[in-house]
Each structure stands twice: as structure tokens, then as C-alpha cells.
């Protein structure tokens, strides 16, 4: 077999083959970044029509992670996916707290989801911070509660969160608010690598213009 | 806003939505689960004519389970999405090198990826046991040059490799050799989340037997 295991020419091909699918959309070269890693990591160039960043959405995460803020996740999956070396230059940290004893213990006494009483324990830390939702939509509908109720004020959301029940309109719901700056993607799909991707591909406009 | 919070009315009203989509499938009540978890964990129904299950892969993948027998997987986020707990319960554990200093090494030395270098490292030790590959197509290349050239046997592979270089490739020819049981899906997609969703299927199915 002959195949391509070079990293670095494995990811320029990548690049190559998705363009094509986003030459018809009117993006800024990093949103075309933001969207061209999404399909990567989905290997599905139908994500293209359903990606929204809302205006200034890129702006507020690039300042925050410069200005050090943390980012606060809703599984391990995303907290494992985050390149924490490129975060951790800036001087921010990831939290996840969806499998601490005490969340469980919340979650099962309101019968309430673990990400949900992950995400209300976090409280006032979430200001200027940068949210990042692949998975649990009651998550979502947590953090916009908190926004809503609590006042609560992070410098972005990235809500990606996936499936059948409550996780498109948890999103359509994140997108139809203007308090906070968003990233989203329309519909069911969604998931952990599709947060991870846009996070990590904003992390790496940072840490390039910085280089 | 009024939203299902309980987990498991999630899990249950997820599963009755997915369905309806499976239901021209014919499958075996264990096939079911997999194909219901692997659409469940990326919200995207058009999965169910991509998935391809070896005659006898999930026999075997619960026979290794049962007996005690590790997972080797490509990289960190399968590793975290694993249920850990579930698997420990049988005597397994999860093994990923992706991240090993001396692993870099090698890949830097060789110009070869790391999660190629990882499995390679693994030689012998996957003998018997369960591979998921849930990301890097040089993984699942390599695993099945060890298979062809090393005569190394595992007990299943769940690859399930994502993107535009070499992932459709990786599975196609996985799916074209008969001496290792298989789940995979077809072309571009695929990812973390769908090795994920698969192995923790088999785990639950297996459990839920011994309890």
C-alpha cells in the first residue's frame, strides 16, 4: 500500500479537497479556517450550510483566549480534545467537572443531567470566559438560562451539542439570542470533534499571529 | 424554556426517534444498538447505510470483552469516551501512546505519524485484543500491514478512521480482507464518537448480560 504519512502533507491535501466545497460561501480567511476544520474533523463536507458565527463571534474568542480566559467544557471528550499546550501559552486552563463526585450527587438529587449541574456550578466563573458545548444540549439550555436569568456574561459560546432530543432547538435557541457571541451548527449534528475544531482552530489563528 | 432533563427519558425518547430510520435494516437486536448508538452520538441518521459489521465482529469484539482483553486505540479522545468503568468491570483496559515522548520520537525520526509509530509500538501485545481506531487512517493502515505482514491477530477492529486522505481507503480495504472480524463505516466520515459509540454498545450489551 502507498498512502500519505506525513502529517504535515496529510493536513495540505485535507485542505485542498475541502476547499472546493466552501469556494461558494462568502467567508473571511478565518472563518474559511473555522469551517474548512469542522469538516475536516467531520469528514463530512454537508456541515458547510450549517455552520453559523455570529458577527464577531471570532473576534471575542481571539480576545479572550489573548487575554488568558479559561475555557469551560461540557465533557471530557472536549476538554480532551482542546490543544491544551497552544491554550496554556495564552495562559488558560480547560474545566470540566461533568464526572466530580459532588456534580453527580447534584445531578442525581434534581434529576437533572451531570453537564447541566456541571454548567450551573460554574456560576459567575463564566464571565468573560469562553464556553464550549459538543454534547449535551441541557448543557446549552443551562448556560442560556444563565445568561438570561443569572446574567451571567462569557465572552463566547461555541455550542455544538448533538442528537435528537433538545439539540437543535437548544441551538437554534443559542442563535436566535444577541447577548452573547456564538458559534453553532444548525440541525442534530454536532458532537465533541466539531467543538474541539473550532476552538482548536481559533486557538491556532492566535498562536500563528503571535509566531 | 421546557426541555427533557432526565438522562435516561433522554436516552429512551433518543432511541424511539432513531428507529423509524432503521427500520428497513435488517438487523439483529445487538446490531441494532450499535447502528442506534453510532447515529445517536453523531445526530446523523444518513450513517445507517454506511456501517459495515463483519459477519461474527460483534462475537468476537464481546468474547474479547468477556475475557478480560484490552483496547488499543489510536488516540486520546477514544481513550476518554471509552467507559472505562463498564470495561474494568470485565478485567480490560484501554492502552493509547499517541501522546508518549518516545512515540514523537520515532514519528519525527521516520516521518511517519504518531498514532502509525503508536500502533506499531504495540507489536504483539494485540494479539486477542480489541483495536478501535477512531481517527488517523495511517492507524488503520498500519494495523492491517501488521495483520498482513506480521501475522498479528486481533480479536476485532473497530476503525472508523475520518477525512479526506486516506480514511475511505484505510476502511475500504479493511473491510476487503476476511482474516479479522470488523465494524467500519463507509467513506469520509466517521471519528471518535462513532468508535466510541460503537464500543461502549458492545460494552452495554455485555454487562447488561452478566448482571
Redesign the interface.
Given at each position: 500500500?502507498k498512502?500519505?504519512?506525513?502529517?504535515s502533507e496529510?493536513e495540505r491535501?485535507?485542505m485542498e479537497?475541502?476547499a472546493p466545497y466552501l469556494a461558494d460561501y462568502s467567508l473571511t480567511a478565518e472563518e474559511l479556517k473555522v469551517y474548512s476544520r469542522i469538516i475536516?474533523?467531520?469528514?463530512?463536507?454537508y456541515y458547510a450550510p450549517l455552520i453559523k458565527i455570529s458577527a464577531g463571534a471570532l473576534e471575542a474568542t481571539k480576545a479572550a483566549l489573548l487575554d488568558g480566559r479559561d475555557i469551560f467544557v461540557d465533557v471530557?471528550?472536549v476538554?480532551?480534545?482542546i490543544n491544551k499546550r497552544a491554550l496554556s501559552k495564552l495562559g488558560g486552563a480547560v474545566h470540566c467537572r461533568v464526572a466530580d463526585d459532588e456534580i453527580k450527587k447534584i445531578a442525581v438529587e434534581e434529576?437533572?443531567?451531570?453537564s447541566?449541574a456541571a454548567m450551573r456550578s460554574f456560576g459567575r466563573a463564566l464571565d468573560g470566559a469562553i464556553i464550549a458545548i459538543g454534547n449535551a444540549?441541557?448543557a446549552l439550555?443551562e448556560v442560556?438560562?444563565m445568561i438570561d436569568e443569572d446574567g451571567v456574561r462569557p465572552a463566547a459560546v461555541i455550542g455544538v451539542p448533538?442528537?435528537?432530543?433538545?439539540?437543535a432547538?437548544?441551538k437554534k435557541?443559542l442563535a436566535s439570542q444577541s447577548t452573547v457571541p456564538f458559534i453553532t451548527v444548525e440541525?442534530?449534528?454536532?458532537?465533541?470533534?466539531i467543538a474541539?475544531a473550532a476552538l482548536n482552530a481559533i486557538l491556532y489563528i492566535v498562536n500563528s499571529a503571535r509566531n
Open positions: 500500500m498512502f500519505a504519512t506525513s502529517p496529510i491535501r485535507s479537497i475541502i475536516h474533523a467531520s469528514g463530512d463536507v471530557e471528550m476538554r480532551t480534545g434529576k437533572i443531567t451531570r447541566m444540549p441541557t439550555f442560556l438560562r448533538v442528537g435528537f432530543v433538545g439539540a432547538d437548544s435557541e440541525g442534530t449534528k454536532g458532537g465533541s470533534p474541539v
